[in-house]
């Protein structure tokens, strides 16, 4: 038993997104009362989603972008594929909530707006590290060694996967263990018959189905996806996962949930007589007005610079470099994943046939670029894998040709079909002390609060592999049996920094208190109440979407913490 105490809550978790709704759900259901606080507005799942099934002409502008509001409320957000009018209730507004964009260098902080973070728009690509992602650092020198290894995790993987749903196909890689999956989604013949070639092409390769925490089984409360279209939109049949359709609904089950959004935790009072945490200091964004909350634990889940900017912002005298970093390490270590460039092939093969609806997501190339050891042509340590897309080329992609009436119509509809093929790159990015976040010492929010700054460049490793890619990436074309294929993507200058959306690193894990600000637990080094589960905890990035590690490792977290605090050490 946890025993009663003075505090308003057992716990307190910042953040309602991916990791936030992981930790509200663990928590709750262990039996403990917590406080969810999240900074942006309130959103009831499905009655929110006001896009959803919205066909264009019931949007403004057509469904097409409003660039004047976009350019004055959502600068930053309004970059990204996923937003749209039909989703802007999701999104940061950037003109309210801004961050420093005239120091430092570059990076495009994407943001959600709302209960559930951004989860609610996420690609749900779903994968799990390998033992030689946690083993890289320790065996090429870069960043610092992780304290875990694949068995660790791995009964973790399983215990999220089977909660949230993830529909894959096993492949048998160790540099991309299986998990455990509902059945896969269906392929495009166009995609079996280039799988077929690639096999016989290439059989380094492996083309699989993306993971992706999307259901194809009913699981309780959540339907099967029946592919209706852009899953940006918010899903009310809770096929994709998300904090809302899921881990939020499990928490207020159990009846000892509260949640407060329109929160912006402010700082985190730390207490040098008791070496912990005593309470955060809120304030509601809507009118201003100040409040203070007390627990025993508390969990940081606001994303990776979300976290970063809080602690840094809850300096006092034990820790006048930010809150538990005594390590000097807080903001350093900043990672994210390049993208945007690949190969893509023009074919004409099985244009006759097109499988259902939207299917919403594609194919996966898993890395195969320095797994058994480090290849002898490659120029660059680590690796990459591919995702692919697939479009069917019709006659809207004519539609600016001559003509008028009938004759028009008549030659639109003469014009052959086509699908084009794409497979663009994720590649790693290697932790660098250099690559940081910090705070400003001249702006500051419409709260006070010191706006974050970021100082991050793309090494020569990440350079290096951008051109290794492009160049498979033609390869894999051709070995496909494209009948034109294009590489794309910058290879010097490579994505703007931010744009992956896996920003990581920044509060990382280590047995080393001199070198980490959080141990093997998720637990501060320095602070004994304070668990941090959002991507700050990375020390390197791996190649494939970091999620399903956030997720697993927070649950494994929230099981430490309450072991802790039940034998009275917390």
């Known amino acids: 038993m946890i025993p009663v105490t003075e505090y308003d809550f057992d ?5 309602s997104g991916i990791t936030g709704g992981w930790a509200a759900k663990e928590l709750t259901e262990k039996g403990l009362k917590v406080l969810v606080l999240e900074r942006g507005r309130d959103l009831q799942h499905g009655t929110g989603y006001f896009g959803e099934h919205a066909p264009s002409w019931k949007l403004p502008f057509n469904g097409k972008p409003d660039r004047k509001t976009d350019a004055e409320q959502f600068e930053v957000q309004s970059k990204l594929y996923a937003f749209s009018n039909a989703n802007t209730q ?13 120091e430092g260098k570059p990076f495009d902080w994407h943001r959600g707006g709302a209960v559930g973070g951004r989860s609610l728009m996420w690609g749900r690509q779903t994968y799990r590290w390998s033992e030689q992602d946690f083993l890289a650092n320790a065996k090429d020198g870069h960043g610092s060694p992780w304290p875990v290894n694949y068995s660790d995790i791995a009964p973790w993987y399983s215990y999220v996967e089977k909660f949230i749903g993830v529909n894959g196909r096993k492949e048998g890689l160790p540099q991309l263990p299986d998990g455990e999956f509902q059945k896969p989604m269906e392929w495009f013949e166009i995609e079996k018959t280039i799988a077929k070639r690639l096999k016989r092409n290439t059989p380094e390769l492996t083309l699989t189905n993306a993971r992706t925490a999307i259901l194809t089984e009913n699981l309780p409360g959540r339907s099967a996806c029946h592919y209706c279209g852009p899953c940006e939109n918010g899903c009310s049949t809770g096929s994709y996962f998300s904090s809302q359709s899921s881990t939020l609904p499990a928490a207020r089950a159990t009846g000892n949930l509260t949640l407060k959004a329109d929160s912006v935790v402010e700082r985190l009072a730390y207490d040098a007589n008791t070496g912990k945490i005593s309470k955060v200091h809120v304030i509601d964004a809507k009118t201003g007005k100040r409040s203070a909350y007390s627990a025993r634990v508390f969990f940081l889940c606001a994303s990776t610079v979300g976290t970063t900017q809080l602690l840094m912002n809850s300096s006092s005298e034990a820790f006048p470099n930010g ?3 005594s390590s000097g390490v807080l903001g350093n270590y900043l990672m994210d994943h390049f993208l945007g460039i690949g190969a893509a092939g023009i074919f004409s093969e099985n244009t006759g046939s097109y499988y259902y609806g939207n299917r919403p ?4 190339i898993p890395r195969f670029r320095n797994v058994a050891k480090q290849d002898d042509d490659a120029n660059f340590v680590r690796g990459y894998g591919f995702q692919t897309a697939l479009m069917s080329g019709n006659w809207m992609e004519s539609y600016n040709n001559k003509g008028f009436g009938a004759d028009l119509k008549m030659q639109l509809s003469s014009i052959p079909p086509t699908w084009t093929f794409y497979a663009a790159g994720f590649g790693e990015c290697l932790p660098q002390k250099r690559n940081r976040v910090y705070l400003s010492k001249t702006k500051k929010d419409r709260f006070g609060i010191p706006q974050v700054v970021f100082d991050f460049t793309w090494g020569d490793n990440e350079k290096a592999m951008a051109r290794d890619l492009k160049t498979q990436g033609e390869r894999i074309m051709k070995a496909a049996g494209a009948a034109y294929s294009m590489p794309f993507g ?9 744009s ?6 920044t509060a990382r894990m280590g047995d080393d208190p001199a070198q980490a600000v959080l141990n093997k637990h998720n637990q501060a080094h320095d602070v004994a109440n304070l668990f941090v589960t959002d991507g700050s905890f990375m020390a390197s990035s791996s190649c494939v979407n970091p999620s399903l590690t956030y997720m697993a490792f927070t649950a494994r977290a929230c099981d430490y913490a309450v072991q802790q605090m039940r034998a009275g050490k917390i």
């Open 11 to 15: 716990a307190i978790v910042v953040g």
């Open 90 to 102: 999701f999104w940061n507004n950037d003109k309210e909530n801004p961050y420093s964009m005239t």
């Open 323 to 325: 809150l538990a970093n």
């Open 361 to 364: 997501t594609g194919l996966y």
């Open 490 to 498: 910058d290879t010097e200058t490579l994505s703007v920094p931010g």
């Open 500 to 505: 992956g959306i896996h920003e990581m690193g």
